[in-house]
């Protein structure tokens, strides 16, 4: 039943009008169901322009479904996702403001006081392993450090669900490690439920409950879903060696293979066009 899960998609599809041709729609995607319980991490991957975030953006009611249903924690959704934070693939950092303003600003925003926002603010940025950069502003910063940043700001409001778009894909593997690491050891705490989009196969495995494997495009939909079943907690580069990680890849890449070469042969086709 929906009221079991944090987050239920059910049936969802997304139709648009062609930029190209404004009388021709298509289905980005159809019939489409996606439910996470209470403290699961799923991860969902598939080939690039397939419809992860499409699907992210209706769980975070950015976008209204053509068809189907939402409902958080039981509830119908209408409007604003107000129970889910959402970590995007860019930072959507301010640059004229300093690390633990960015990190507050959604506090303030629902109006904490400034004393209280900043004391909570300054124990987030410890967390994430960045006392003392407080006053740093997001270009004197690295990659990583403002991904740490970005984690904060979307953590500190203690979100039941969190939305992450392809959040660690701009980082270098050895900081990608880290920042996953860092990201299970803040899930474990509270085990809030995350809906995750990526493309890395093995950070999805090593990351999550369970994997969701979207088609290729148009009309998107889910070809399967794969527990799990590594135990916790988990080290993201020492369970790459475990070989039942291996056996876990090579299962879900059996299915994701295809969607990938069909993805890649129609981008490569517009491309032509």
């Known amino acids: 039943m929906a009221s079991d899960y944090a987050l239920s ?3 969802i599809s997304c139709t648009f009008i062609s930029r190209d041709n404004p009388g021709q729609r298509y289905a980005a995607v ?33 976008l209204e479904p053509s068809s189907g249903s939402v409902t958080v924690h039981g509830k119908k959704l209408a409007g604003i996702n107000q129970r889910a934070g959402y970590m995007f693939q ?4 301010m640059p004229w403001k300093s690390a633990l303003d960015n990190v507050i600003v959604g506090l303030l925003f629902r109006g904490v006081e400034q004393a209280a926002a900043r004391e909570r603010g300054i124990a987030w940025l410890a967390r994430v392993g960045l006392s003392g950069f407080e006053d740093r502003y997001p270009h004197q910063l690295s990659g990583g450090m403002r991904k740490r940043v970005a984690m904060a700001q979307t953590l500190i409001l203690d979100p039941d669900i969190i939305l992450m778009d392809e959040p660690f894909s701009a980082l270098d593997v050895q900081t990608r490690q880290l920042m996953e690491n860092e990201l299970l050891d803040l899930w474990s705490e509270k085990k809030k439920a995350v809906l995750f989009i990526t493309h890395d196969l093995d950070e999805a495995i090593a990351l999550s409950d369970r994997v969701v494997v979207l088609s290729s495009g148009p ?6 879903e794969f527990p799990i079943d590594l135990p916790r907690p988990r080290d993201v580069a020492e369970i790459r060696n475990q070989p039942h990680f291996t056996e876990l890849h090579t299962k879900i890449w059996d299915v994701l293979r295809d969607e990938v070469l069909k993805g890649y ?9």
């Open 30 to 62: 159809a019939n489409t169901t996606l439910n996470i319980a209470p403290g699961e991490f799923v991860s969902v991957v598939g080939p690039t322009g397939c419809g992860k975030t499409t699907l992210l953006n209706v769980g975070a009611g950015l």
């Open 265 to 273: 042969i129609q981008h490569k086709n517009v491309a032509e066009e």
């Open 219 to 224: 009309a998107t939909h889910p070809l399967g």
């Open 9 to 11: 998609l059910c049936d």
């Open 90 to 93: 860019a930072d959507a950092l």
